[in-house]
């Protein structure tokens, strides 16, 4: 009898032991199929099939010629390469950068996971997502590539609708040693109870006051040093 039942623990830790491995082998594939579906429609750099929701010193586009709707957001801002760099790099302070961000929490430093809840306006929910940032370079510009994926340690998202596509990138076009063009693309989808008819709205409002707090934020930090 104590055979057989030291047997069947044995057998248990085996099937328990299996299926963690089982899990982490989708939980990576769920990663890498994210990335290959999300980014892989990121429209490129040159791509100009936009349609202009604002054109002044910031520039609000989208297109609607894939199957999401994509977001683009630029503008000039009077400050260094490394100093949009080393602002857009530090994931968990996104809520201090970002007024509509309420929640910016660092998952996985090595990895680049980050947890991110949006504050919506009233009567909609707050929206959020867990998205993989990656870095590379392109010539002179800077990027910041970021993109779903599922994590253990998601904060329980109560009251918000989660973006399970939330994709996108950050541009950092080298100018001079005191300019730089910034560009932030996005998913946006916004799904939950937002009507359509409000889309274009909510999509002019957050590629201007993104680019807005940024550049507050950084001169808030240049003033203080």
């Not at 306006?121 to 002179?140: K, L, Q």
């Not at 994709?167 to 005191?178: F, M, V």
């Amino acid at each position: 009898m104590i055979n057989f039942l030291l047997n069947l623990s044995l057998m248990l830790c085996v099937v328990f032991s299996a299926s963690k491995d089982y899990r982490s082998a989708e939980f990576l594939s769920y990663q890498i199929d994210l990335d290959n579906t999300i980014l892989a429609e990121l429209p490129p750099n040159s791509y100009n099939e936009w349609i202009y929701l604002t054109n002044d010193r910031i520039k609000v586009k989208y297109s609607s010629n894939f199957e999401i709707p994509w977001c683009r957001s630029s503008a000039n801002f009077r400050f260094s390469q490394d100093e949009i760099y080393n602002a857009l790099k530090d994931l968990k302070n996104y809520k201090n950068i970002f007024d509509r961000v309420s929640v910016s929490k660092l998952l996985n430093q090595e990895d680049g996971i980050a947890y991110i809840r949006l504050n919506m306006p009233w009567p909609y929910s707050d929206r959020d997502y867990t998205v993989r940032f990656i870095e590379s370079r392109d010539n002179n510009d800077i990027i910041f590539q970021f993109y779903s994926v599922a994590h253990p340690n998601t904060p329980n998202n109560t009251g918000s609708v989660t973006l399970p596509r939330a994709g996108g990138e950050w541009r950092l076009n080298y100018i001079d040693s005191n300019r730089t063009h910034v560009t932030y693309t996005w998913n946006g989808e916004l799904l939950g109870n937002f009507p359509d008819y409000g889309l274009t709205t909510a999509w002019e409002t957050q590629g201007s006051e993104v680019m807005i707090w940024l550049n507050e934020y950084l001169k808030g930090r240049r003033n203080n040093n």
